[in-house]
């Protein structure tokens, strides 16, 4: 058991079991103890990859889609260009050099970064020195908005509910003897499921993530107020169902009650619940990554990038483009969905 471990079993033997959420939270984002508190995690030497980890094309044409937007709204001044959950800043570097030449994108727009890691803060102050960070969204300035978060809400801590009848048993970590082990809790009639009650059965587990909707809602209210547009990228798809809680290790699954604060933990990104929060705001259908980045052009930009490699170089940016869209692969697990202004069209490569 690590440190955080056994704090976690001091705290549920003095009272009692904790939820899920209690428990992500905690592994993720403890300060002393959090995995990412702690650490950077990407890349090969740490424990998963991300698009914008994988070529410089995924930051470049996200980049150029929040353009558009840019454009389709009038060029507007002074305006917020923001990531929540930057990472090391990669795709916020990528998408800043893409659009370099585009006039007066860069004069008008300020970087905003929502991170509550020092660790990758200070990865992100690398990459973009000029940015701006912030530890919640609600603190970001009065201004159009244009945002992009790439697996950011699934880092975030979801509860998992079981139903029982027309009632609900949350499932929560308590101890079996010594160890960490999942149990339920006694059924109760839960208003914030109801709309649940239609599309389950009895035994059916799904996942509600507390954060998601007020995080939703303010940029849902920041865009039809301001203006400018929010680009979602994440796994997960249209309705939580069932337990998609995973842990990720050295790129290996493992058991997430295992080692407390030393795997990544997730779950998969519930978009309807997105879809929900978003008003006054309109969104966007839920696309697949892979139909949204060649909408975007990536095959042009690949094949434009592979003019200037050779031998290995070629053969790794060939596999990023495939890794990146291919259905087998990131393509179709990862959805994008947009959130814009109703005076406003939806962002490119994104259906209304
Ligand atoms: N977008 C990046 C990183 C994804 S990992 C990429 O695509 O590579 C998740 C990121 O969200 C990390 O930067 C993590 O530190 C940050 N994060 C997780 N929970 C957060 C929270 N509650 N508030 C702010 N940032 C959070």
């Avoid at 609600?138 to 009848?165: H, K, M, S, V, W």
């Avoid at 993530?209 to 301001?226: E, M, V």
């Avoid at 809680?245 to 790129?251: D, E, I, K, N, T």
Wanted: charged share 20%.
């Amino acid at each position: 058991m690590t440190p955080l471990g056994d704090a976690l079993r001091a705290r549920i033997a003095r009272t009692g079991p904790i939820s899920i959420a209690e428990y992500m939270a905690d592994c993720l984002m403890h300060p002393i103890h959090g995995y990412y508190a702690t650490r950077d995690p990407f890349g090969r030497a740490g424990d998963f990859i991300t698009a914008p980890e994988i070529s410089q094309m995924f930051g470049e044409l996200v980049g150029l889609a929040l353009v558009q937007s840019w454009l389709d709204q009038g060029a507007p001044d002074h305006i917020t260009l923001a990531e929540l959950g930057p990472g090391r800043g990669t795709l916020m570097a990528d998408a800043l050099r893409a659009t370099q030449r585009v006039p007066g994108f860069h004069a008008a727009l300020r970087v905003h970064f929502v991170e509550t890691s020092p660790v990758l803060r200070a990865a992100q102050a690398t990459a973009v020195p000029d940015a701006q960070w912030h530890d919640r969204i609600d603190t970001l300035p009065d201004a159009p908005l244009f945002l992009i978060a790439n697996e950011f809400f699934d880092a975030l801590p979801i509860r998992q509910f079981i139903r029982d009848g027309s009632e609900w048993r949350e499932r929560v970590i308590g101890l079996d003897g010594d160890a960490l082990a999942f149990g339920q809790s006694e059924p109760a009639p839960l208003a914030f499921l109801a709309h649940r009650l239609s599309d389950t059965k009895d035994g059916d587990l799904i996942e509600v993530c507390p954060a998601l909707p007020g995080i939703i809602q303010d940029i849902g209210q920041r865009i039809s107020t301001y203006g400018g547009a929010a680009l979602i990228i994440d796994y997960g798809d249209w309705q939580s169902q069932g337990d998609t809680l995973q842990a990720l290790a050295g790129h290996a699954h493992a058991d997430p009650l295992e080692n407390p604060g030393q795997a990544d933990l997730t779950a998969h990104v519930d978009f309807a619940a997105i879809a929900r929060a978003a008003s006054p705001a309109r969104f966007t259908r839920l696309t697949t990554q892979g139909v949204f980045l060649e909408r975007l052009g990536i095959t042009q930009r690949a094949q434009a990038l592979a003019h200037n490699l050779t031998d290995e170089a070629q053969e790794i940016h060939i596999a990023a483009h495939r890794r990146l869209t291919h259905p087998s692969e990131m393509g179709d697990l990862f959805k994008v969905i947009g959130i814009y202004p109703v005076t406003a069209p939806p962002p490119p490569g994104l259906d209304p």
